[in-house]
């Protein structure tokens, strides 16, 4: 049994296998759920959703129905991959900021521009758009598009929509695949017929030319893109990048204010992007680039976008305006990569390459609608005319129905002219009935036709409906055998649905410079800088400072004058050094309490403690000397404190160790340091070696186990240095000069 079992073992290269499952997977990912069939600009879950809403009967002349009803029905008959994914598809095609097509007509909280949920799919309803039913899903009775079998073979689904109209380029398409992604962006339909007609005409025509009707993307949301020049080579390639700006207006407002209005915004800022860039605006209000702002509003509604600034009197508008485009998302770039599923690979394809695909298939459609509706005519051609001749015969017939058993002998009789078992009035009547030769379809409708069709009018109705059948099959048989005929009823038809359904441009085409704007520059003035010991910050006036100097030298613990424009170094116990910029910190009146440190900074109080804060303009042109509490000892340049991040490594430190001082050694002459258990070191700081920040030191003393490190002073020369040490009073410089790396004396108490 076991040697059986061993005989059916296929030994395989596991990365085979693997290689092989994972490129099935990117290739079911790729073709049936990510991206767009180039034929009707519809991913899977898309063309599911409104195949099921058709089938549902959910019509834009009927009431909506609840969503939790169709994505149900969807999941259960086309697309088993969960509700939410069924319910977001359908929002989004019922979305007019994001679909420049809504092909769902939602009822109920279907979200907003500002990036708001949609409700519950069991609290909203949805019915198909009228351009959805008319361009989208007409004609699906005729036999034009192919049907398959669903997930589980119990129901035919369309493998693609018959769309009289580029989807693809209309409604725009995004989806991430894996190892690809699309974005196409929508554009205006009138423009997209009108290029499809074009390239009809003429299918050598170039991408240039195409853009003589198609300008180029059309957003929903408006905006102006302003990169016109680089729209030839993005249609040509399929790939590129769109520079969009929101659209800018001034109004005047109250007490001769100007308001400066923002009516459209970029495509991308659609979403919680709104509410970054009011924080973008609210930050460069705060952090001073700009003092031209009074106040911000988002006055949006359904009507449209609608965000005011309202600016002070004698404003700079222009560079306002240009320092919004620069320093936030009102400028925005759309990345374009035109790809879609065509013949059942992906592709990446330029605008005529779409084109062409669509009329390939507006071709083939119409040749299926064409056959299907040529070989009903040529039905009703077929039954016509037997009627015509019934009636031409009627008294025979009716003798023939009158002597015949059963349905089945009248019918021998009328197509085969068998005249057996039937009882004729005459032998001529036999005769005649016998050169009957009507087809089947002729029979059968002879026997279900009724008396009153042998009233006069009803005969010439009948001979007026055959003319008519005649003309369409020539009609039929024109547009199936001419090119050019089906051209035209394909180009009339486009025409139609441009008229009924076409919208205005939205989104305006320029070529627009480069932004410039002048940054402000801050009148540079000498602050004093103030943080108590709970580590709130503020910066005052000079004048403000002297006159409340003593209040002020009792309630805080940091005090130096620094400039407006310069920097504050803040070194904690951690290693660490943060900076941040005087302009952040608040300024004005004595009183204000100011704003913790940590808000304006990396740094973080509750991890972390400030050993030295200092103005940069003193750190860089002094040595800092570094004390830690197993005792290395160090001196850095300060120079290599002068960095553009907002937090840095200021020293190495070993494993359970800690910065207890970092302070200016330039001038002094000693450095002391403290120990937990009471012992004191006197040294040169000539013996404190000068190293990079990142390196850990020297020894400084030698500690006793146990013992740390609590402080480190540096002295002067000449001038006394007294400490209260467990209350007695202690004179540094007095201590006995010793070397570093010695033990120290143990002060006696």
Do not use: W
Request: charged residues 30%; neutral net charge.
């Amino acid at each position: 049994m076991a040697a059986g079992i061993q005989e059916n073992i296929i030994r395989t290269e596991y990365s085979e296998i693997m290689q092989k499952s994972y490129i099935d997977y990117a290739m079911s990912v790729i073709i049936a759920r990510a991206l767009p069939d180039v034929r009707d600009g519809l991913k899977p879950v898309q063309r599911r959703t409104l195949y099921d809403m058709y089938e549902l009967g959910i019509r834009y002349d009927r009431p909506y129905r609840k969503c939790a009803r169709i994505v149900g029905d969807t999941m259960g008959k086309y697309h088993p991959h969960g509700d939410s994914s069924i319910y977001e598809a359908l929002v989004v095609m019922a979305q007019d900021f994001k679909k420049g097509l809504p092909l769902v007509d939602g009822h109920g909280n279907f979200g907003s521009i500002e990036g708001d949920g949609a409700a519950a799919m069991r609290y909203t309803e949805a019915r198909l758009q009228k351009i959805t039913q008319e361009v989208y899903l007409k004609d699906m009775d005729k036999n034009v598009v192919d049907f398959v079998s669903n997930f589980d073979e119990t129901e035919k689904e369309p493998e693609v929509l018959p769309v009289r109209i580029p989807n693809i380029l209309v409604n725009g398409a995004d989806g991430i695949a894996v190892g690809m992604a699309t974005s196409i962006p929508p554009h205006n339909l009138g423009e997209v017929i009108d290029g499809v007609i074009a390239y009809m005409k003429n299918n050598q025509i170039t991408t240039k030319e195409l853009m003589k009707y198609i300008k180029g993307p059309d957003f929903p949301t408006g905006g102006i893109i302003v990169n016109k020049d680089d729209l030839l080579s993005i249609y040509e390639t399929g790939t590129g990048k769109i520079k969009i700006r929101g659209k800018v207006e001034t109004e005047k407002g109250k007490n001769g204010k100007t308001l400066l209005v923002i009516s459209e915004i970029p495509y991308p800022m659609i979403g919680a992007n709104i509410g970054k860039f009011l924080n973008d605006v609210a930050a460069l209000v705060e952090t001073k680039k700009t003092t031209d702002i009074l106040d911000i509003s988002n006055q949006s509604s359904k009507e449209g976008i609608r965000i005011v600034l309202e600016l002070k009197k004698g404003a700079d508008v222009e560079n306002l305006t240009n320092m919004l485009y620069k320093k936030t998302r009102l400028e925005d770039t759309f990345g374009v990569n035109m790809l879609a599923v065509a013949d059942q690979r992906p592709e990446t394809l330029g605008l005529r390459q779409i084109i062409e695909h669509h009329v390939d298939f507006q071709f083939e459609v119409a040749t299926r609608k064409y056959t299907s509706l040529l070989k009903k005519e040529q039905e009703n051609q077929e039954i016509q005319e037997g009627l015509i001749r019934a009636c031409d015969v009627i008294d025979l017939i009716i003798e023939i129905l009158r002597g015949s058993k059963s349905r089945e002998q009248v019918k021998n009789c009328l197509v085969n002219g068998e005249t057996e078992e039937i009882k004729f009035k005459t032998k001529t009547s036999m005769r005649q009935a016998s050169k009957l030769h009507f087809t089947e379809r002729q029979a059968t409708a002879i026997l279900d036709m009724r008396l009153y069709k042998l009233i006069g009018l009803e005969i010439e109705t009948l001979m007026a409906e055959h003319e008519e059948t005649l003309k369409k099959i020539a009609s039929y048989e024109d547009i199936l055998n001419n090119y050019d005929s089906m051209a035209a009823v394909i180009m009339e038809d486009l025409k139609k649905i441009k008229k009924e359904y076409c919208h205005p441009r939205k989104t305006a085409i320029e070529n627009a410079a480069e932004i410039v704007f002048e940054e402000k520059k801050v009148e540079e003035t000498q602050v004093v800088f103030l943080m108590d010991r709970f580590g709130y910050a503020r910066t005052v006036d000079t004048s403000v400072y002297e006159r409340n100097k003593e209040t002020a030298d009792a309630e805080n613990k940091y005090i130096f004058t620094c400039m407006n424009t310069d920097k504050i170094c803040i070194f904690t116990d951690s290693g660490k050094m943060h900076t941040v910029k005087v302009l952040d910190l608040p300024y004005g009146k004595f009183r204000d309490k100011g704003t913790p440190v940590d808000n304006v900074s990396n740094y973080d109080s509750k991890t972390e403690q400030i050993v030295l804060a200092a103005p940069l303009a003193q750190i860089k042109e002094e040595h800092l000397c570094f004390v830690t509490g197993k005792g290395m000892v160090k001196q850095v340049e300060g120079s290599e404190f002068e960095v553009s991040k907002r937090t840095i490594a200021a020293t190495k430190l070993g494993d359970q160790d800690k910065v207890v001082m970092v302070q200016p050694s330039d001038g002094m002459e000693h450095l002391v340091l403290q120990t937990r258990d009471g012992y004191f070191l006197k040294f040169l700081k000539e013996e404190i070696p000068v190293q990079k920040k990142n390196a850990l030191g020297v020894k400084g003393i030698r500690l006793g186990e146990q013992d740390l490190v609590e402080h480190g002073y540096m002295l002067e020369n000449r001038i006394e240095y007294g400490i209260t040490y467990r209350e007695k009073q202690i004179t540094l410089n007095k201590l006995k000069l010793a070397k570093r790396d010695t033990k120290g004396t143990k002060v006696r108490i």
